[in-house]
């Protein structure tokens, strides 16, 4: 069963932290990178940070030092830890697998919210 549930979001002030989490199927998660993506109000749907298999990272620009990106292989489970939010961060954020391995038919799980407001 293909399976992807985020969970962690809220309502936060600037410079707050909120961790998020990820639990995959493992079809989806055994052996691929995974990633994580947002998709803010009348915006597309952008990648935030990778991770891959062997636990290599990378961020976008954006959040490069203020975001951290780890997984838990026995668990099928990936985490985001998100400190000194802005505006900028809110949006629904999902998980799937890296970009370069995604398909355009990839299933999408429900996403969590994450709104940075005072």
């Known amino acids: 069963q293909v399976q992807l549930v985020e969970s962690g979001g809220g309502l936060v002030q600037p410079g707050g932290s909120l961790n998020l989490s990820c639990v995959a199927s493992?079809?989806?998660?055994?052996?691929?990178?995974m990633a994580w993506y947002r998709q803010a109000p009348g915006k597309g749907r952008e990648w935030v940070a990778t991770?891959?298999?062997?636990?290599?990272?990378t961020y976008r620009d954006s959040v490069e030092g203020r975001f951290t990106v780890s997984r838990d292989n026995a668990k099928l489970t990936m985490h985001l830890e998100m400190n000194n939010l802005n505006s900028e961060d809110s949006a629904v954020y999902f998980c799937?697998?890296?970009?370069?391995?995604?398909?355009?038919?990839?299933?999408w799980g429900q996403g969590t919210q994450v709104t940075i407001s005072s």
């Open positions: 799937n697998r890296s970009p370069s391995t995604l398909s355009a038919l990839a299933y």
């Open positions: 493992r079809s989806i998660f055994s052996g691929h990178g």
């Open positions: 991770i891959t298999n062997l636990d290599h990272t």
